[in-house]
Nanobody, 122 residues
Framework: QLQLRESGGGLVQPGHSLRLSCTAS????????VAWFRQAPGKERDFVACVYRSGTGTAYAGPVKGRFTISRDMAANTISLQMDNLQSEDTAVYYCVAGTYCTRGPETYKYWGQGTQVTVSS
């Protein structure tokens, strides 16, 4: 059973950067899609970004496009999310997920990490 564990969350000031990492317990095959979701207080889980199968491309949600960068390291079995120019509206719990397709629906991803808190505040 694939297990995912996030790290790198914390408190950061607006305009600053943060890098999240996700480590998988077993090898993530190239046929597996990996992605990040986030959930702000009182809101539903929202799609952030994903890497297509075999790393052939990426997709981003509108609010983070141009500021966030998702990547995967097959050798290290990790998925990262580089977040630049963070804003208060980026405050949320961030989840690393894995599944078969890159979609914006959280229900399509079978594997979820426990999440890491990101708080953007001055």
């Amino acid at each position: 059973q694939l297990q995912l564990r996030e790290s790198g969350g914390g408190l950061v000031q607006p305009g600053h950067s943060l890098r999240l990492s996700c480590t998988a317990s077993t090898p993530i095959y190239s046929s597996t899609v990996v992605a990040w979701f986030r959930q702000a207080p009182g809101k539903e889980r929202d799609f952030v970004a994903c890497v297509y199968r075999s790393g052939t491309g990426t997709a981003y949600a509108g609010p983070v496009k141009g500021r966030f960068t998702i990547s995967r390291d097959m050798a290290a079995n990790t998925i990262s999310l580089q977040m630049d120019n963070l804003q208060s509206e980026d405050t949320a719990v961030y989840y690393c997920v894995a599944g078969t397709y890159c979609t914006r629906g959280p229900e399509t991803y079978k594997y979820w990490g426990q999440g890491t808190q990101v708080t953007v505040s001055s």
